[in-house]
């Protein structure tokens, strides 16, 4: 069963530093997200992307984050200026239609950040 | 907006034990429900969903209705095994537009011998 693949699993930078976070969505899917889980709290959704722009972002995405689809396959968030408080498990998902009710995301293994 | 309560464990069971985990959400609309479940050193996997009130969405044993009238989606199994240990998320998106999911907070399970 194809599936979400992410790079790297584990990602440790020093605060300040710009971070990528990659990910491969399933191949026929357009749409897709990007979540966090900071230890022990829920996971939270930050931001939505459909046709080479952002559908939705949560108050968590502001300027520091951002998402871009560089080629035909890669997804990728970057976090321009890391803070302690971005240190988090990063799930990235893919859905082959709008309607999760339809076409549930996939979701990939996540990246966890460590920001020291 | 949306927003959803499970129990938040750890829950720990023998196996063969019935297991019932709460769920109950809020929510503007008629959303869809799911269960996701993360089993350890995993990602996050769509174990059943349910698109309309009395849905039963039913997978590994698993099985959760969708109660519109008391807003709850609750997961249940008649007899758990070891290798269900893992964390279940209740989880809702909305029907229109892009939708993001809205997750609770998972309840760790672990199942003993």
């Known amino acids: 069963e194809p599936e979400v693949t992410q790079t790297p699993s584990h990602q440790v930078t020093q605060m300040g530093q710009e971070v990528i976070l990659r990910c491969v969505p399933i191949?026929?899917?357009?749409?897709f997200y990007w979540y966090r889980q900071i230890l022990g709290q829920k996971v939270e959704f930050l931001v939505s992307f459909y046709n080479n722009e952002i559908s939705e972002k949560s108050e968590i995405f502001d300027d520091q984050f951002s998402v871009e689809r560089p080629d035909g396959s890669n997804f990728t968030l970057k976090i321009r200026s890391t803070k302690l408080e971005d240190s988090a498990m990063y799930f990235c998902?893919?859905?082959?239609?709008?309607?999760?009710?339809?076409?549930?995301?996939?979701f990939g293994d996540g990246t966890r950040l460590s920001i020291l | 907006g949306n927003s959803v309560t499970q129990m938040e464990g750890p829950v720990t069971l023998s196996e063969e034990a019935f297991l019932t985990i709460n769920c109950t959400y809020t929510?503007?609309?008629?959303?869809?429900l799911f269960w996701y479940v993360q089993y350890p050193g995993e990602g996050l996997q769509l174990l059943l969903k349910?698109?309309?009130?009395?849905d039963k969405g039913s997978n590994k044993g698993f099985e959760a209705t969708y109660r519109k009238e008391t807003t709850s989606f609750h997961l249940e199994k008649g007899s758990v095994q070891v290798s269900d240990s893992a964390v279940y998320f209740c989880a809702l998106s909305d029907t229109g537009g892009y939708q993001k999911v809205t997750f609770g907070i998972g309840t760790k399970l672990q199942v003993i011998p």
């Open positions: 349910a698109t309309k009130a009395d």
């Open positions: 998902a893919s859905s082959a239609l709008v309607k999760v009710s339809d076409q549930p995301q996939h």
């Open positions: 191949s026929n899917h357009l749409y």
């Open positions: 929510a503007t609309g008629y959303p869809s």
